[in-house]
């Protein structure tokens, strides 16, 4: 498949966009290389992905508590490009699709002076109960897709 076809295979799936800036903090530097850790890339995708449901609507804590439904990272591949220092103000993208039924994909890039520093693919599922894998549910989709 080329690429342009690949593309609109993906923007026909895109749900939604957001954008969020942030200065980075002392929390996750490393401390021999003093750049971005690699866990502090993890830990500000989930925070903008657990704001982008909060901001649709959907309130993770409550989803497990009342359906227990549960979102499970499942593949995460991350490619660093170029290094993070503290202080550094950078801005999050996230595009989220729903490719299959069973998965949302997050493509999340961490740009700095708008060039991309950091960008990841992460495709999560959802289960209910302990570990019962299941399709995403509509209900989700819909919030996620206004």
């Known amino acids: 498949m080329r690429k342009e076809q690949a593309g609109e295979l993906l923007a026909q799936h895109i749900l939604q966009t957001r954008s969020c800036d ?9 401390p021999y290389g003093g750049h971005l850790h690699h866990p502090g890339v993890l830990y500000y ?25 549960k979102f499970v990272l499942r593949k995460a591949n991350i490619r660093y490009r170029e290094q993070v ?11 989220v699709s729903s490719p299959k ?23 999560v599922g959802m289960i209910q109960g302990e570990s019962k894998p299941i399709a995403i549910p509509d ?8």
């Open 22 to 30: 942030l200065t980075v903090d002392d929390q996750f530097i490393d």
């Open 45 to 69: 995708f989930e925070a903008e992905r657990v704001s982008l449901f909060a901001e649709n609507g959907l309130d993770m804590l409550r989803l497990q508590k009342e359906q227990q439904l």
């Open 85 to 95: 220092y503290e202080g550094d103000s950078v801005s999050i993208q996230t595009h």
């Open 101 to 123: 039924f069973t998965l949302l994909t997050f493509h999340q890039m961490l740009l700095k002076n708008t060039r991309i520093a950091i960008d990841a693919t992460l495709d």
């Open 139 to 146: 209900f989700i989709l819909e919030a996620l897709a206004k």
